[in-house]
Nanobody, 115 residues
Framework: QVQLVESGGGLVQPGGSLRLSCAAS????????MGWHRQAPGGDRELVASITRGGVTHYADFVKGRFPISRDNAKNTVYLQMNSLKPEDTAVYYCHAADSNFHYWGQGTQVTVSS
């Protein structure tokens, strides 16, 4: 059973930064891609950023230039560095991984941007 464990969420003021971490229970190279999605209250879950096994990254337009995605292969961990946070970034952020058989999700971590 694959486990994705997120950490790093919390309360931050507008303009601040947070770094989310997603630790996988197996090698991140076993996945075709990993990434982060978010879901605001009353909204749909939406892609924020992703990275493929080969290192190709993709970003939603609303976070381009603000939320770089990265990984540490030795730690089987993917990161989302969240900079210049805005109140509209408030949401539950979910780690996601996909292989040829399944899509896997973490439990989610709350990010609240408020003064």
């Amino acid at each position: 059973q694959v486990q994705l464990v997120e950490s790093g969420g919390g309360l931050v003021q507008p303009g601040g930064s947070l770094r989310l971490s997603c630790a996988a229970s197996r090698s991140i190279f076993s996945f075709d891609a990993m990434g982060w999605h978010r879901q605001a209250p009353g909204g749909d879950r939406e892609l924020v950023a992703s990275i493929t096994r080969g290192g190709v990254t993709h970003y939603a337009d609303f976070v381009k230039g603000r939320f770089p995605i990265s990984r540490d292969n030795a730690k089987n961990t993917v990161y989302l560095q969240m900079n210049s946070l805005k109140p509209e970034d408030t949401a539950v952020y979910y780690c996601h991984a996909a292989d040829s058989n399944f899509h896997y999700w973490g439990q989610g971590t709350q990010v609240t941007v408020s003064s």
